[in-house]
């Protein structure tokens, strides 16, 4: 990868981004599945993974190890810690906690064009599901979640979401059977609890939504069999 910015602050932005970016890299490699627990993570090929130098990936893999997924072996590199079904369900809870109470603030604040932008965003979710889509459809599935908790205006409420949802993986969860086609169901009658003004309606359905998304990933990760030796 080339980079090229036009000002200091851009490449001081980059830099900062970096080790983020390879956290996000690394926790999905976990999440998922394809690196286990008991397994390291080797810094050169993330690095090589990811056009990045070893300095930006050692600082984003100390993020995972003060999230607990990982822990630094001296002279040996850093290991996945073991994680259970609880421990991924309490992440969704703790995430439908705040969306939902998202959601119930959004039905009461929303304007007129931000519904729009929702109906929009469900007639194009639509068509990338009839397309077969799965960069569309992640993307839009992110985009419909922001909407709803800009709509809430709850700037601090959003940041404390965000720092759960950051440990959950995003990229692949068109990959998880049943979660795009439940989207399917549960963004419009999102919409319609937000449309109608029914807080209560929206907290569930959101937090119904999220609880059901966890659910799907535990599954898939049960079929995978990353907990048969428990």
Same mark, same amino acid.
């Given at each position: 990868?080339?980079?090229?910015? $036009?000002?200091?602050?851009?490449?001081?932005?980059?830099?900062? *981004?970096? /080790?983020?970016?390879?956290? %996000?890299?690394?926790?999905?490699?976990?999440?998922?599945?394809?690196?286990? /627990?008991?397994?390291?993570?080797?810094?050169? /090929?993330?690095?090589?993974?990811?056009?990045?130098?070893?300095? =930006?990936?050692?600082?984003?893999? &100390?993020?995972?190890?003060?999230?607990?997924?990982?822990?630094?072996? =001296?002279?040996?590199? !850093?290991?996945?810690? %073991? !994680?259970?079904? *609880?421990?991924?369900?309490?992440? &969704?809870?703790? @995430? $439908? @906690? &705040?969306?939902?109470?998202?959601?119930?603030?959004?039905?009461?604040?929303?304007?007129?064009? *931000?519904?729009?932008?929702?109906?929009?965003?469900?007639?194009?979710?639509?068509? $990338? &599901?009839?397309?077969?889509?799965?960069?569309?459809? %992640?993307?839009?599935?992110?985009? !419909?979640?922001?909407?709803?908790?800009?709509?809430?205006?709850?700037?601090?409420?959003?940041?404390?979401?965000?720092?759960?949802?950051? @440990?959950? =993986?995003?990229? !692949?969860?068109?990959?998880?059977?049943?979660?795009?086609?439940?989207?399917?169901?549960?963004? =419009?009658?999102?919409?319609? $609890?937000?449309?109608?003004?029914?807080?209560?309606?929206?907290?569930?359905?959101?937090?119904?939504?999220?609880?059901?998304?966890?659910?799907?990933?535990?599954?898939?990760?049960?079929?995978?069999?990353?907990?048969?030796?428990?």
């Amino acid at each position: 990868m080339v980079y090229e910015y $036009a000002r200091s602050g851009d490449r001081t932005a980059r830099r900062q *981004q970096l /080790p983020e970016e390879v956290a %996000s890299y690394a926790r999905e490699l976990i999440i998922s599945g394809q690196v286990r /627990p008991g397994e390291y993570l080797r810094v050169d /090929p993330i690095g090589e993974a990811l056009g990045v130098s070893n300095t =930006p990936v050692r600082e984003g893999l &100390f993020t995972l190890q003060s999230e607990g997924l990982i822990r630094l072996v =001296p002279r040996r590199g !850093f290991v996945v810690e %073991s !994680f259970t079904q *609880q421990d991924l369900r309490d992440l &969704f809870w703790g @995430q $439908a @906690q &705040f969306a939902g109470e998202l959601a119930a603030r959004a039905a009461k604040r929303i304007t007129r064009e *931000q519904i729009a932008r929702l109906e929009a965003n469900l007639e194009q979710y639509g068509k $990338a &599901f009839a397309d077969k889509d799965e960069e569309r459809l %992640s993307r839009l599935g992110h985009l !419909f979640h922001r909407e709803v908790n800009l709509a809430a205006d709850s700037h601090r409420l959003t940041l404390l979401l965000g720092s759960i949802v950051k @440990q959950l =993986p995003n990229r !692949f969860y068109t990959a998880i059977e049943g979660h795009v086609e439940a989207t399917l169901n549960a963004h =419009p009658q999102i919409l319609d $609890a937000l449309r109608n003004r029914r807080p209560r309606k929206a907290r569930t359905d959101m937090m119904d939504h999220l609880l059901e998304g966890g659910d799907h990933l535990i599954a898939m990760l049960e079929e995978r069999g990353l907990w048969a030796s428990r």
